[in-house]
């Protein structure tokens, strides 16, 4: 019986992924913390005030949680 497993994301698909939704008029900030070596990110629609994310090991973690916070619910 064969099994169909999907490989996990590569880093640049996931960040390719998230850049993809984001509308052209958002801005999107990030920040290395410290010396810690981790980092934080915030995204948001204009007019808007965003939250910044939990502070996180990767960049692509922190875009993640950034647009997980901030993306306006769905119409549909």
């Not at 099994?3 to 052209?24: C, G, I, Y």
């Not at 990030?30 to 990767?58: H, K, Y």
Request: glycine residues 6%; contains cysteine; negative net charge.
């Amino acid at each position: 019986m064969g099994h169909n497993h999907s490989k996990p994301a590569t880093t640049a698909q996931r960040l390719e992924r998230v850049l993809s939704r984001l509308p052209e008029d958002w801005e999107v900030r990030v920040e290395r913390v410290g010396t810690s070596g981790s980092w934080r990110a915030l995204i948001q629609a204009p007019d808007m005030q965003g939250i910044w994310c939990e502070d996180e090991a990767t960049l692509i973690d922190a875009f993640e949680g950034a647009w997980r916070l901030n993306r306006l619910p769905s119409i549909y």
